[in-house]
Structure formats: C-alpha cells, structure tokens
C-alpha cells in the first residue's frame, strides 16, 4: 500500500525558518517526481515544487521562489521541504504528493500544518 | 501565468448528472487531472489523462476534454459526492504545475 506521512509542520514567526518531510513507503520511492502543494486555511490547492526522480530537476512556484527548496533522498524515501524567511501569506496545510505537471498526483499525504504567525 | 477557470459552485440533487468545467488555454495540449476533497482530508485523484478512471473510482465519474475545457461529470449523483473538486494540468511547457480554483458541489 502507498503512504506517504509528512511531518515538521509548526507555529513559527515571520521571517523564519522550517523543514518538512514526507516518508514514502509501499512504492519505489526513486521512480517517481514528488510535489509539495499547499492549501491556505478555507482555500483551494496551490503548487509549490516539485523534484524530478533522482533530484536532478527542481521547479516552483514564483512566490516561494529563492525561499523554498525541495529535495529528496532516495535511498530514505524521503521529500524534503526546506522553508525561509516564511511569510504570513505561507501559512496553508503542507501537502506530499507523488507525481508531476503531466502526470498528475496519484497519492496523497495527510498534510501537515504551517501557521506563520507572530 | 497560465490559470484554469472553473465555477466556485455547482448544485444538483442527488440521482441528477452534474457536470463541472475547467478552462485554460493550453487544455488541447495538455492531460487534465481532477480531484475530489473532501473537508478535513486530503485530496483523491478521481479521473486522469482528461477521461481515465483510477482503479477504486466509481464509474459514475467519467471525464470529457473539448478543445480549451474539460470537463468532469458525475452520473447519478449521491449525498456522498458532496465535496471540493480541483482540476489539475500543465503549463504549455510541460514543467509546471497548474490547479483550478475548484468547485463546490453541493447535493440539495
């Protein structure tokens, strides 16, 4: 069975700084791209990167841009997401999500909140 | 940026047939991908590649593409299907990834 459980979501004040990760299990993990995807509270869904299989090709979205970074390690099945100078506006629940831009995201995980909040 | 349009809301009662679209300019080019939410869980991928259905998925779901729209239909519609539905595809480069606003279906 896929699971993929994130975790490292926190309260955290403007301007600083916070890791998520997903864990992967019941696939293999280095076949496939990853995305991270947000939902800001009473939202819809917003991309914010995604990692190509082996982590050779990294992509975001505009206004996470030099802030963000997404990585992955294949050999702990694990995504990463690497947040700075977080915002007010970064607030949402942190999705992992496997797969990619034309491929779609065929698993999701439970999400993880991030409240950027003085 | 590219966008893809869909109605905030659409409303059926159950048995009924709704239909919810999704437009975007590089739709011809471009699989779409739908989701359905739920509140307070994650998203379910329910159709993917404009029409395929996902092993699990009801077969009252079915999927259509015509030139800039997509368009996800739900056949006999029960209480249950009450829920967020996002589209999903690709920009025309192919590398980034693209949501609708979703629509809120509502069983009456």
């Known amino acids: 069975e896929v699971q993929l459980v994130e975790s490292g979501g926190d309260l955290v004040q403007p301007g600083g700084s916070l890791r998520l990760s997903c864990a992967g299990s019941?696939?293999?993990?280095?076949?496939?791209?990853m995305s991270w995807v947000r939902q800001a509270p009473g939202q819809g869904l917003e991309w914010v990167a995604n990692?190509?299989?082996?982590?050779?090709?990294?992509y975001y979205v505009d206004s996470v841009k030099g802030r963000f970074t997404i990585s992955k390690d294949n050999a702990k099945n694990s995504l990463y997401l690497q947040m700075n100078s977080l915002r007010a506006e970064d607030t949402a629940v942190y999705y992992c999500?496997?797969?990619?831009?034309?491929?779609?995201?065929?698993?999701w995980g439970q999400g993880t909140l991030v409240t950027v909040s003085s | 940026s590219y966008e893809l349009t869909q109605p905030p809301s659409v409303s059926v009662s159950p048995g009924q047939t709704a239909r919810i679209t999704c437009s975007g300019d590089?739709?011809?080019?471009?699989?779409a991908y739908w989701y359905q939410q739920k509140p307070g869980q994650a998203p379910v991928m329910v159709i993917y590649?404009?029409?395929e259905r996902p092993s699990g998925i009801p077969e009252r779901f079915s999927g259509s593409s015509s030139g800039t729209t997509v368009t996800l239909a739900v056949t006999g519609v029960q209480a249950e299907d009450e829920a967020d539905y996002f589209c999903?595809?690709?920009?025309?480069?192919?590398?980034?990834?693209?949501f609708g606003g979703g629509t809120k279906l509502t069983v009456l």
């Open positions: 999903q595809s690709a920009d025309s480069s192919s590398t980034y990834v693209v």
């Open positions: 999500a496997r797969g990619e831009a034309v491929a779609g995201h065929d698993y």
């Open positions: 590089a739709l011809p080019k471009q699989y």
């Open positions: 019941g696939f293999t993990f280095s076949d496939y791209w």
């Open positions: 990692i190509k299989q082996d982590g050779s090709e990294t």
């Open positions: 590649k404009d029409s």
